[in-house]
C-alpha cells in the first residue's frame, strides 16, 4: 500500500490492514435457505381480488402509483406487490378481466432493468422519459409528460367519463391533480384501503420471505456480534452486519441503524465512534428486506462494566417483550399484547399506565401540543470532536419509549402499518407478521431498544427472529 495511504488513514484512526479480517473466522449458528420469488399464480390472484373489489366499489379502472424517491427507491410498495415492479411508474388496471394491465413507467438514470425488473400480467410498458432543459435537454416536465400519457390512454380505452378508483401516497397528488383536469368528466375516488387490506394477513409463500427477511436480520446480528469488541468503530460493526445479509440476498444495507454512546440512549447512522469500555450498543434492525418483504428485530450489546440503572433498564425491556409474546395467539386483542409489554416497566415505576394516549414518549410534545425545547447543553464525545464538530444539544428532549406503543405490522416497505398499542382493540389472526420492541430512553442516564419478529400461527406464534437471543450481547474485558 502507497506510504502516504497508510500514513492517511492512521491519522484517521483507521487500521486498514484490519478492515476485512474482522469477519475471519464468522461462521452463523444456523444454515440460511434462499427462499425463490413468490409464483406468478401469487399475483394472479392478487389481481383477481383487486378487480373484484373494484367490482363492488364501481371503479371502471383503477390506477396504481409509485414515485422515484432516488438511491434505486420507491415511495410505496403497491406496484411491487400487485406485479412485482420495483421501480417507479403508473399501472392501469381496468376492472373488466378480458382487458390487459398497462404500465406507464418513467425511467431515469436510476432505473434498475432485468432481471428483478419485469412486471408481472403486465401486458404493454410504455416508457415515457425523463425530461427538463437542464438534464436532458428537453423542455417539459416528467409530471405532465405522464399524465398526458395516461390521460391520452384512458380515453383511447373510453374511459374519459369513467370512475377511477386511484391507489398511491403523498407522491401521487401531482399525477392525480394533472389527470383529473386533463379528464374533467371522469370521477376519482381513492382506493389505496384495497390494498391495505389485503396485505395484513400474509400468505404461506409470503410468510416465508418475511422468516427469510428475520434469518438474515440474525445473522447479520450474529456478525456484528463477531467484530465487536473495544477499538472497533460502529462503521466496521454496521458494515459486518450489512456484508452478512448482504451476502446471502438481502436487498439493501440502508434498512438499520447503530447506536453506540455511555448510555444506550443515542441510534442513527455510524460516525466513527470508537467501541469502550461502558459502552451501550444499540442494534436497530427497522428492516432487512428480501425479495421487497422485510422484517426488524432490535439488540443491545454492553461493554464491560455499565451501571446499575442500565441494567434495570436492559432488564426491564426484555422482560416487556416476553411479557407481551406470550399473549400473542389467534383471537387474543391487540391491546392485550401492548399493555402487557409495559406491566414490568409500571411495576418498577417507570409509568404510571400503559394507555397509549397519555404515556410519555422520547419525541412527544408538550403536554398542551406546544413544541417541546431540546435541551441546549455540551454533550462529551471524542469521536465526534476529533472530527472538528460538536454535540451541543441532548436527545431525546424528554424521557419514555421512543413510542407509545410496542410495535406494528411489518410487510413491505411504506405500506400503512397497524400498531401494537392500547387503542387497537383488533383481533390477532393467523398470518399476521409484527415486530414487538420494547424501549425505554432516560437522557443520559440508561437506554434500550431489544424486540423480536412474530408471526401469528394457527395456534399461537412464532418468534422468526429465534436465532438471536434477546437478552443483551455481553462483551466482557
Known sequence: MNRAVVSLNSAAGIDARRLERLLDGFEPSFIFQPVDPLPEAEYVDRLRRIRREATVAGHDV???????????????????????????????????????????????????????????????????????????????????????????????????RAQIGTIGDATSAGYWNGLKAELPKASFIAAQDIVDRMQRLRSPAEQRLVRAAAQLADIGIQAAYHVTRPGVTDHEIYAAFTYAQLARGGESGDGYQIGINRWGTACGKPYGHVVRDGDLINLYISATTYRGYNAQIARMIAIGTITPKQEEVLEMCVEGVRAAAVRVKPGALVSEVANASFEPYIRRGYLSSADSRTMPYNWNANEDGSPRLVPRQAVPDEDWERQGRRLMHVYPATLGPHNPNVGHQVS??????????????????????????????????????????????????????????????????
Open 62 to 160: 383503477t390506477l396504481v402509483h409509485a414515485d422515484g424517491i432516488g438511491w434505486y427507491h420507491v415511495s410505496n410498495s403497491y406496484l411491487r406487490y400487485i406485479c412485482d415492479w420495483a421501480r417507479e411508474g403508473v399501472l392501469v388496471i381496468p376492472t373488466d378481466e378480458d382487458k390487459p394491465l398497462t404500465l406507464f413507467s418513467f425511467f431515469s438514470s436510476s432505473v434498475l432493468l432485468p432481471p428483478a425488473g419485469e412486471p408481472l400480467l403486465v401486458e404493454d410498458i410504455w416508457q415515457v422519459g425523463t425530461w427538463g432543459r437542464e438534464s436532458y435537454n428537453r423542455p417539459g416536465r416528467m409530471v405532465d409528460r405522464v399524465v398526458a400519457a395516461v390521460a391520452g390512454f384512458l380515453q383511447d380505452q373510453g374511459f374519459a
Open 412 to 477: 413491505m416497505p411504506k405500506f400503512t402499518h397497524y400498531n401494537i398499542a392500547s387503542n387497537n382493540h383488533d383481533r390477532l389472526e393467523p398470518g399476521m407478521t409484527f415486530v414487538l420492541h420494547s424501549q425505554w430512553l432516560d437522557p443520559m442516564v440508561a437506554g434500550c431498544n431489544v424486540g423480536d419478529c412474530y408471526l401469528v400461527t394457527a395456534d399461537g406464534a412464532e418468534n422468526l427472529s429465534c436465532h438471536t437471543p434477546l437478552e443483551p450481547h455481553r462483551v466482557k474485558l
